[in-house]
């Protein structure tokens, strides 16, 4: 009896004050043991500061984040979760799938000291089949 688990993104961009943020995929099904990656772009800006956030029962925590040219992961997130960004305008989450790491993920991105601009898009659950 396995269980796979589930990303899904409720994926449509978010537009505010000039800065569009579009994050995919729709949907992921996955075993734990396996990866998955989750990718966001910015569509008309370059900002510097790209984040990764999970949601789990209302309670927002930064993951990592993606700043010029280097990554950080936040404690408790140095394993099974990776922040990169191969080119200006995007940056990718991968997850190494286990059990207990159901929650909602977003990105965000800003230009230095300014406003967090978030897409609120992919949920990651662990059903069974």
Known sequence: N???THFFSYSHSVFSDGVLITQWPKHISSLPGSSVEMHCYQNDTDYDYKYWYRQIKG????VGSYIVASSTNEKGFETN???SSTETKKWTLKVDVKEGIDALYLCAARLHNTTVYF???VFLSLCPY
């Open 59 to 62: 309670e927002l925590v930064l």
């Open 119 to 121: 897409n609120v898009q």
């Open 2 to 4: 396995s269980k796979w």
């Open 81 to 83: 979760f990776t922040v």
